[in-house]
């Protein structure tokens, strides 16, 4: 019975820990159980927006350097070896200078051996005649003055001026373009006091003049570059008529065999001569080396741009785009361009040039700017708006919500929140315009 006694005991205490029933005190009377909190997660606070009213715009933003806006890119006419690269990216040049050249060992051995052989046709020659040898001489003189007086008036373009003339008249024309319309835009404002008004007025004036003066000089470039075509015509009329005088001389000297030695060395000459200078690449102009792209011993390829160069100013910011991209831009469109990495300086610009097409032989976007003492190859950040929209409401990307082709937001009401359509109309990574469903005030739940 004692047995059994104890381990009954046992049992009941066991029963009642497992059941988390108190057992009595030393009264008899039994305590109540202790209840444990159960804690509940925080409520996750929504964000919110506000319906406000602003500008909502579309920027296309490229990077481009900052370089002279003169420039113009040289290539061999043939291919070849480099021999030499006499310049470097900075060198400043002069209109005729030997930029580089290619390895041109045998035909300058070429040259001196047929130059030999002319010296020695014109002495076989003299046995025929000294007047003739004389003759012969002189046409010979006077065709390489007149080769020469060639080359000089073709290295004396006025291409420069004909471009900077038809730029400023560009520019003339955009500032009349802008005058105009703040003149109509000043018009249309009868709030506007007098004095803004007349200020548009003598700036539309002051953009009529600018016009004028600019395609005057424009005409009188066009002018001189109508003139310098003619030059050349005369100077290749002159090497016309200097080579029939050669052939009338090496005709007149009475030796059939040395005349035709002399005429056979001389087309030696020029041939060779004329290989040496498409082996030989040469600056146009005064200005300053923008790029290098080939050292000695590269192998260059025909008409392939392997050195740039240009004139020091004016600078512009030249940048290289997708077609798509520089089709969205047009020609006067301001924005906004600063040095990378440096808000800070950012000034007013606008676009010059985008290519015509894909064809184009120019692709580069070129964006006219002021930077005071800016380098040259600094890198540019160009912003420029592709649509606007003026004190339109809008909200942030994150406060609308579509589902099943419904486009809407989730108003903060008094009532609770309510879902209400709204139409969309320009969209930006950072602002979306809203044109229906909401007020400027209103506040948006975020999802």
């Known amino acids: 019975m004692g047995c059994r006694f104890l381990i009954g005991c046992l049992f009941v205490v066991a029963i009642t820990a497992c ?7 030393e009264t008899g009377a039994q305590t109540p159980p202790t209840s444990t909190p159960i804690p509940t997660a925080p409520a996750v ?7 406000q009213r ?15 806006r003169d420039q113009q890119q040289l290539s061999f006419e043939i291919g070849g070896t480099v021999r030499r690269v006499n310049v470097r990216q900075g060198d400043t040049v002069t209109a005729g200078q030997l930029l580089a050249d290619y390895q041109i060992t045998d035909l300058e051995n070429q040259l001196a051996s047929a130059e030999l052989q002319l010296q020695s046709a014109l002495a076989s020659l003299q046995s025929g005649g000294e007047n003739s040898v004389q003759s012969v001489a002189d046409a010979q003189i006077a065709l390489a003055n007149a080769k020469l007086s060639l080359e ?8 420069t001026s004909v471009t900077s003339a038809k730029l400023s008249l560009t520019n003339a024309q955009n500032a009349l373009i802008n005058a105009q319309r703040a003149y109509d835009d000043a018009l249309s404002h009868p709030e506007n006091p007098a004095s803004v008004v007349d200020g548009a007025y003598q700036a539309l004036q002051s953009a009529i003049l600018g016009l004028a003066s600019a395609q005057a000089g424009y005409d009188s470039a066009a002018q001189s570059f109508n003139n310098y075509q003619f030059q050349i015509k005369q100077a290749e009329n002159a090497v016309i ?10 005709k007149g000297g009475g030796n059939s065999s040395a005349t035709e030695a002399v005429r056979s060395a001389q087309l030696s000459i020029d041939q060779i001569k004329a290989n040496i200078a498409r082996s030989s690449l040469y600056s146009p102009i005064n200005g300053v080396v923008l790029e290098v792209n080939i050292k000695p011993g590269d192998q260059a390829e025909a008409y392939k741009a392997v050195i740039t160069v240009g004139l020091p100013e004016p600078k512009e910011a030249i940048a290289n785009l997708a077609i798509s991209d520089a089709q969205d831009l047009s020609v006067g469109l301001v924005g906004v361009c600063y ?5 800070d300086t950012a000034v007013q610009c606008a676009v010059r040039r ?7 032989a120019d692709q580069t976007t070129r964006v006219a700017a002021s930077f005071d003492g800016l380098q040259n190859g600094q890198l540019i950040t160009i912003q420029m708006p592709l649509q606007v929209r003026e004190n339109v409401l809008w909200l942030p990307p994150a406060a609308i919500r579509t589902f099943q082709n419904r486009t809407f937001v989730v108003l903060d009401t008094p009532d609770g929140p309510r879902s209400v359509d709204v139409e969309l109309g320009l969209q930006t990574t950072d602002r979306i315009e809203i044109i229906s469903g909401v007020n400027e005030g209103d506040v948006v739940q975020g999802p």
């Open 152 to 159: 000089s008036t073709k290295a004396n373009s006025p291409w």
């Open 54 to 68: 602003g500008d909502v715009q579309e920027i296309l933003e490229f990077p481009g350097r900052w370089q002279p």
């Open 339 to 343: 040095v990378v990495n440096r808000p």
């Open 45 to 51: 606070a929504r964000p919110t927006y506000v319906v």
């Open 354 to 360: 985008i290519p015509a097409s894909s064809r184009d």
């Open 19 to 25: 059941s988390g029933i108190t057992p009595p005190d």
């Open 241 to 250: 008529a200097a080579k029939l005088n050669l052939e009338e001389a090496l």
